[in-house]
């Protein structure tokens, strides 16, 4: 896994969900053939699905919002009960036909705390993506602004635990934290661009550089490459992902480091479309030669107009602090905006492990507790 950034190809497949899925209205019988927005990961952004951005013009409005109530034990003695503010965001798409299959589009979307009414921190208003490109069929699709790396998109093709971007309380986002380290920097480039392929029998590829805008001292703060190689027919989806983050490990030395990480994903619709993903996963950090191997294996099932999510990951840290994950989640779906869910989710440290589950405000563990957590709420996407 060290060398997969050796054979990966020029990267990825990208686009848009449907807009006839997104302009489903509401108040219409529910129908347990369609798909329902609990299993639309990130609804309003052009690059999560393999599908075209459409050849027409139009504007939209849309967004999501939740909340729930959490309970657990962070840590050895202490219970949690908090009011949880979920995934909540609003956003803007447009697009607009340029003629001869050539589309020009636009992207915005903003994070936002349900429960306090708080906005993104760190000052980013679009803190979940701002871009322009253009798009057409043979020559593919180009972005730039800020957007979702290609190894996150890799990463959501193994998941099929409902609604990706909200399963705080899922087994996979131990990697999604520890591995990846979006809770450490980000998993969106800037001042980036993004180049999509054509689609060619099943066969596409991404590529992003995201430039640190930082002349002279300390210039590769933030600088970032990434790529993927995506497969995609039928049932069956195969990604290859590897990502490059540069950064200082303190304000004073002039000696950038990096964060590598390198990725394999697959996911497979089978019987009654019962859905298996799993992905493996090596991260290395230069500055301290930390380092991380992890899997994961999730399973969805869906019932009708419900969803059961079953999942497990596994994450060594420096060899020696480990952790496995274990979830169970329920979704019921109301319509095709409104769904009610439960979820569970325990994490076993070993002596060494310190992982916490992350959905609390005090969530520090000491070393060899296994915390836990349950949880039911509500999400509306609009």
Avoid at 42 to 50: K, L
Avoid at 59 to 72: D, H, I, P, R, S
Avoid at 178 to 194: C, E, I, K, P, R
Avoid at 214 to 232: H, I, N, P
């Amino acid at each position: 896994m060290k060398k997969t950034a050796g054979c990966l190809l020029v990267a990825g497949a990208v686009s848009l969900l449907t807009q006839a899925a997104l302009a489903a209205d509401s108040t219409s019988d529910f129908d347990p053939h369609a798909p329902t927005t609990a299993k639309d990961a990130d609804t309003g952004s052009f690059n999560n699905t393999s599908k075209a951005v459409p050849d027409i013009s139009s504007l939209l409005l849309y967004g999501k919002v939740e909340t729930g109530f959490m309970y657990g034990n962070s840590d050895a003695g202490v219970k949690n009960s908090e009011m949880w503010n979920g995934t909540s965001y609003w956003g803007l798409r447009g697009t607009e036909s340029l003629g001869g299959g050539t589309t020009a589009f636009f992207f915005l979307e903003n994070g936002f705390k349900l429960l306090s009414g708080k906005g993104p921190s760190n000052g980013v208003e679009w803190s979940k993506g701002s871009y322009v490109g253009l798009y057409n069929p043979e020559f593919g699709r180009i972005e730039m602004g800020r957007m979702h790396k290609p190894d996150y998109w890799a990463y959501v093709d193994s998941d099929r635990n409902l609604d990706f971007s909200d399963s705080s309380l899922a087994a996979i986002k131990l990697q999604y934290d520890t591995v990846l380290g979006y809770d450490t920097y980000t998993d969106y480039f800037s001042n980036a661009l993004y180049y999509s392929t054509p689609h060619f029998h099943g066969l596409s590829a991404d590529v992003a550089y995201g430039f640190s805008n930082v002349s002279g001292f300390q210039s590769r703060a933030g600088q970032e490459f990434g790529t993927r190689v995506r497969y995609a027919v039928g049932p069956f989806r195969f990604n290859v992902a590897f990502n490059n983050y540069g950064y200082y490990a303190n304000s004073k030395t002039s000696n950038s480091s990096s964060w590598k990480t390198e990725l394999v994903s697959a996911s497979y619709k089978t019987w009654h479309d019962i859905e298996i993903g799993a992905n493996y996963i090596y991260a290395h950090r230069t500055d301290d030669n930390w380092f991380a191997s992890s899997w994961q294996v999730n399973v969805g099932i869906p019932l009708g107009q419900s969803d059961v999510n079953i999942g497990t990951a596994h994450v060594s840290q420096q060899g020696d602090r480990v952790t496995q994950s274990y979830s169970l989640n329920y979704s019921y779906h109301l319509s095709l905006r409104t769904t009610l869910f439960a979820d569970a989710i325990y994490y076993h440290n070993n002596q060494n492990g310190i992982v916490g589950v992350g959905v609390f405000a005090n969530d520090d563990v000491q070393a060899g507790y296994s915390p836990w957590a349950i949880g039911v709420g509500i999400k509306h996407k609009f």
